[in-house]
T-cell receptor, first 115, second 114 residues
């Protein structure tokens, strides 16, 4: 079955450590996104990518980095510069918006807790 | 700029009662609108979408939403709530920048009482 796989599901990190969240999709989608979810704040866009080897900052990119070396993969690194990294992180993908209605397909999420 | 506002962060209904979750949007261009559902510690699942075809949109699990341009609303309804409907619901609008990202409302948590 096609879908988006995020790993790990739960992750604990000590302050000052970088951590990388994995996101893999087999939907053959060109666009991929990372959102952060905090209670009562909805979802906020961190980074997005519409093509391999290219990505753009979203609304809250500070303290995060991404890469897009393969169409299927869009890993997110939460760096030690992110002041409040404890959150639920959601990866999503879609076809390019000019080709369709642009709904996002989401992975199951990764919950990061900083100790 | 586009935005969505969900009225009510928490809604509680009895099993079998009508579910009404409110969403108002702001958009200077014809919007694409979406409703998603999220169960605890899971990702978001698409319930339904409005893409400028029919104004009454039917989705999964018996949900539907009506696009009202004059009221800039896209409220989500279900005639009879089930216990399994308890979840968080998000309204979203597609933008025409930033890769066509979706802008989400704050979410409405739906509780269903037996």
């Amino acid at each position: 079955d096609g879908g988006i796989t995020q790993s790990p599901k739960y992750l604990f990190r000590k302050e000052g450590q970088n951590v990388t969240l994995s996101c893999e999709q087999n939907l053959n989608h060109d666009a991929m996104y990372w959102y952060r979810q905090d209670p009562g704040q909805g979802l906020r866009l961190i980074y997005y990518s519409q093509i391999v080897n290219d990505f753009q900052k979203g609304d809250i990119a500070e303290g995060y980095s991404v890469s897009r070396e393969k169409k299927e993969s869009f890993p997110l690194t939460v760096t030690s510069a992110q002041k409040n990294p404890t959150a639920f992180y959601l990866c999503a993908s879609s076809i390019l918006t000019f080709k369709g209605t642009g709904e996002l397909f989401f992975g199951e999420g990764s919950r990061l807790t900083v100790l | 700029a586009q935005s969505v506002t969900q009225l009510g962060s928490h809604v509680s209904v009895s099993e079998g009662a009508l579910v009404l979750l409110r969403c108002n949007y702001s958009s200077s261009v014809p919007p694409y609108l979406f409703w998603y559902v999220q169960y605890p510690n899971q990702g978001l699942q698409l319930l339904l979408k409005y893409t400028s075809a029919a104004t009454l949109v039917k989705g999964i699990n018996g949900f539907e939403a009506e696009f009202k341009k004059s009221e800039t609303s896209f409220h989500l309804t279900k005639p009879s709530a089930h216990m399994s409907d308890a979840a968080e619901y998000f309204c979203a609008v597609r933008t025409y920048n930033q890769g066509g990202k979706l802008i989400f409302g704050q979410g409405t948590e739906l509780s269903v009482k037996p």
